[in-house]
């Protein structure tokens, strides 16, 4: 997605990079990586962009589900969780909306913040995160904004667990990631918190190293 250019989402032969189907978009300028969803009810392709989430046939890029009227450009990629995907996002010195979507997602639902419609399973107002990626584990939604405050959901309803800030955090522009049971996250001056995994906050280890990250 580029402003001023042709947007578009394509699919490409790993082996010999020759183009099997490209889809138009009409979007803006979004940073957003896409991500193939492996669910119960299928595959789909779900790709970010200035105001709207498109879930893609991965055989021929046509538009399964779509929704609209979603505030603002992505950075952050979405995060998955058997049959729900949760994707939000933010930007300086505001912060924008947090959503689910269900594996039967078919057709186009415009965002509605505070309530469900049928596939679109929760929305919250003010959630967002930032440039870096969500991550879902065990249940749990794990969300950072940039100015290190660490929020976590539970994935079935969006009930917020806690809002905690990640002790002497700069900024957090690196994608959270999971292993074992600890969550990581990385600010941008080098320092990384290990968090157990969970409904109840506790930063269990911290380490640094030198360097600018942020990713």
Request: hydrophobic share 35%.
């Amino acid at each position: 997605d580029n402003d001023g250019e042709e947007s578009f989402v394509a699919a490409l032969d790993a082996k010999t990079g020759t183009e099997i189907w490209k889809s138009k978009r009409d979007s803006r300028t979004s940073w957003s990586t896409p991500l193939v969803w492996n669910h119960t009810k299928g595959k789909v392709i779900v790709s970010c962009s200035a105001g709207m989430i498109t879930g893609h046939d991965p055989e021929n890029g046509k538009s399964v589900w779509q929704v609209t009227k979603f505030d603002g450009s992505f950075s952050s990629s979405p995060a998955v969780a058997n049959d729900m995907i949760f994707f939000g996002n933010s930007g300086p010195g505001s912060r924008g909306p947090l959503a689910a979507v269900a594996a039967d997602a078919k057709g186009t639902r415009a965002t509605t913040l505070g309530q469900s419609t049928d596939w679109m399973a929760w929305t919250r107002a003010g959630s967002g995160p930032g440039l870096a990626s969500p991550v879902a584990h065990n249940g749990l939604l794990y969300v950072t904004g940039g100015k290190g405050i660490l929020s976590c959901y539970r994935t079935r309803d969006g009930e917020m667990l806690y809002k905690e800030r990640l002790p002497g955090a700069s900024s957090v522009t690196a994608s959270l990631w999971i292993a074992g049971d600890h969550l990581f996250a990385l600010d941008e001056k080098g320092k990384t918190f290990v968090i157990p995994t969970g409904p109840e906050f506790m930063v269990e280890h911290t380490n640094q190293i030198k360097g600018l990250f942020w990713s």
